[in-house]
């Protein structure tokens, strides 16, 4: 670090439930190596979550990081990290992270603190209370059993509008193991459960107001180059396409823009936020919020795969119930409801606890919704362990499950099968692949880079502004080292490099940490040569140069790509201490992906499986790259001692 630091409050809020006691880390003790975000909670989790510790356990820490750009003018910095065993992962509640936007993240930096460490169960329920450094816990009994919007309005209505609040809803007081935590009306830890964590320890929100600044090592440079960033992110990201409103929405239920996270710049296809959209199921309230990426799914895409006919009024009200029962989207929509749908097509059954499976009818989604998160019923109770566990339960729907959900619990997301929202197909999705064996979640959530890039910026899906496939491939072998990597007709040729390099930017947006959907940059409107780039910066380093600028960090880019790299090293070695994690693990993926894909590469013709012996070289070489041996997929001794991790 050079003499001047920033970036850090230098403080860390440890919360004992169980004896009401507080304590303070210090931020320090933990940096540079660990950076901040998923880096501090990697440290922090290897220390203090023990092999055979359950996810509802006590003593099983909840991690809630920021990072050292939370807090500050960089552009798309306002998310948090959560961090510990996941209730909804499978077979095992690996280790795993999730992430949410909003304020939550730069009020509680405000508030002096650059994270929270939260172990023990309390007495009754509670709440966390932070008020500008001081922080107490209060009773919150009177809001158990109230949804997530409820609790915010219930807390913002006596505290005052400026304090941010991430709280739990039935679903995670009830434990149901795909309850998310939330703040705002769509900013949700989404995937891994982590809503029954807070519920198990009675933990019904987090409440937090600050008013301390956020200090920058380098001002003059770090905002000379947050503006170009923030410039160049006008440019499109993910694919090249201008966000429009729709005059009809906007007329008639007041639809508007509205970034979902702090700190964003751009309109985005991704966020918007509706007025006044009048209730189906309570005829003359009119209901008000947001919807972003999944959610777009309620109302049905006919044509699509997700074709049932809610419509726009019916599927808003499901979305807004869900976001306040505390139900991961991702899980009801790409995996519950086909799975349901499957099972009624397949005659297994056309019932959901009595209630006729009818996506077109918001009743049935009121009756799945409520059964979940309140597991009434034997399938809603069953379903609320997750859906492969319900499988397991139920003892039914094991084969249409096993087409919708790649590995580790968690359904499909940018895999050429199980989701089929997302425009995908052979060889792209093999870095998917990898990245789905490697990881103990749904990776894509902070690992788009590529398959959004590549599928996004291609002349097949866009016709207009999209790129020649010569364009791609220079920038490619940029990038990776090989045309190959990005070439529709380049097979399981340059593959492992990619989702190599993935996994340190994921690590990245996870540390800062910053917006998944918009990092990387790599393509770009703006250039000649359509590589990205603002100012002196060439586009895969605009994270980089902005962690320097706030923080003073001397690092080299390769020395910050190296401890990108420790970070995933060390969450490697607490999967195989902990969860004996192997390379027998990483190859659960192929038989799911050994199906045909559900898209076609037009330079092909035809739907293409995933051959499992050109995969496993392929995983051969990334576990080259990472210094794993090919055998057991482990972290080599020598690996351990180049990352200063043997005495680990
Ligand atoms: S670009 Fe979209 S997803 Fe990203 S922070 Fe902005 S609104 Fe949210």
């Known amino acids: 670090m050079t003499g001047k630091r920033g970036g850090y409050t230098g403080e860390i809020l440890r919360v004992d439930l169980t004896r009401g006691a507080f304590s303070i880390d210090s931020t320090w003790d933990y940096l540079p190596d660990w950076i901040g975000g998923r880096g501090i909670a990697a440290v922090v989790a290897w220390r203090e979550i023990h092999r055979g510790m359950g996810a509802f356990d006590p003593e099983a820490p909840l991690i809630l990081m920021t990072g050292p750009l939370t807090g500050t003018m960089a552009p798309f910095s306002g998310r948090t990290t959560l961090c510990g065993l996941a209730p909804q992962g499978y077979p095992r509640e690996w280790y795993t992270r999730s992430s949410f936007g909003g304020h939550f993240g730069p009020e509680l930096k405000y508030s002096g603190y650059d994270g929270l460490i939260i172990t023990g169960r ?35 209505n006596s505290y005052g509008s400026r304090w941010r609040v991430f709280a739990i809803g039935p679903a995670g007081e009830n434990l149901v193991r795909i309850a998310v935590a939330a703040t705002e009306t769509e900013s949700a830890s989404g995937q891994g459960g982590f809503g029954a964590v807070m519920g198990s320890k009675r933990l019904k929100a987090i409440t937090v107001r600050g008013m301390k600044p956020v200090n920058i090592a380098d001002p003059v440079r770090f905002e000379t180059v947050c503006s170009w960033i923030g410039e160049e992110a006008h440019a499109s990201h993910g694919w090249p396409h201008t966000p429009r409103l729709d005059p009809e929405l906007v007329h008639r ?5 509205q970034a979902c996270t702090q700190g964003c710049p751009i309109r985005c296809y991704d966020a918007r936020f509706y007025t006044r959209v009048p209730s189906k199921l309570c005829p003359g309230r009119i209901l008000s919020g947001q919807i972003d990426c999944i959610a777009g799914l309620f109302p049905g895409v006919c044509g699509t795969f997700y074709d049932w006919n809610l419509g726009f009024e019916a599927g808003f009200e499901i979305a807004q119930l869900t976001n306040d029962e505390g139900i991961n989207h991702w899980e009801l929509l790409v995996g519950i409801i086909p799975w349901l749908r499957f099972l009624k097509q397949d005659g297994v059954t056309d019932r959901f606890d009595g209630c006729m499976i009818e996506p077109d009818n918001i009743r049935f ?18 379903l609320a362990e997750g859906t492969l566990r319900a499988v397991d339960r139920l003892g039914f729907g094991k084969e249409r499950a096993e087409l919708l959900f790649p590995a580790w619990g968690y359904a499909g997301h940018w895999d050429g099968h199980g989701d089929r929202i997302n425009r ?8 998917s692949a990898l990245q789905w064996a490697m990881d103990t979640r749904d990776p894509i959530s ?6 959004q890039n590549i599928m996004g910026w291609c002349r097949e899906h866009s016709p207009v502004h999209g790129l020649d496939w010569d364009v791609i491939r220079s920038i490619g072998a940029r990038v990776y080292g090989s045309p190959e990597s990005v070439d529709p007709l380049g097979g399981y040729s340059g593959k492992a490099f990619p989702a ?34 603002a100012g002196d910066i060439d586009g895969p380093m605009f994270e980089y140069e902005m962690f320097r600028a706030a923080t003073g960090s001397e690092w080299t880019a390769a020395e910050y790509e190296f401890n990108l790299e420790r970070i995933l090293q060390l969450e490697r070695m607490l999967l195989v201490r902990n969860f004996d994690r192997s390379r027998v693990d990483d190859e659960t993926v192929i038989s799911y992906f050994e199906q045909p894909e559900t898209r076609i590469n037009p330079y092909i013709g035809e739907p293409v499986g ?10 051969d070489e990334y576990y080259r790259l990472r210094g794993w041996n090919c055998r057991d997929g482990r972290p080599l001794p020598e690996t351990r001692v180049k990352f200063g991790l043997e005495n680990v």
């Open 424 to 431: 995908i197909f052979f060889p792209f999705w093999l870095v």
């Open 446 to 451: 902070s690992g788009h880079g590529y398959v």
């Open 610 to 619: 995933m051959n499992g012996d050109r995969f496993r070289k392929v995983m």
């Open 500 to 533: 190599y390099w993935h996994g340190h930017r994921s690590v990245a947006k996870d540390s800062l940490p910053v917006d998944d959907q918009v990092f990387p940059r790599i393509f770009s409107t703006r250039t000649s040569d359509h590589y990205a780039r």
């Open 365 to 382: 989604w009121e009756t799945l919704v409520l059964g979940i998160s309140r597991r009434t019923g034997e399938m809603g109770n069953a």
């Open 253 to 257: 239920y007041g639809q508007r823009f």
């Open 122 to 156: 309390s007495k009754i329920p509670v709440m966390l209370v932070i008020d500008n450094g001081k922080y107490r816990l209060e009773d919150a009994s009177r809001l158990w059993g109230h949804g997530i919007i409820e609790t915010q309005k219930t807390i913002r």
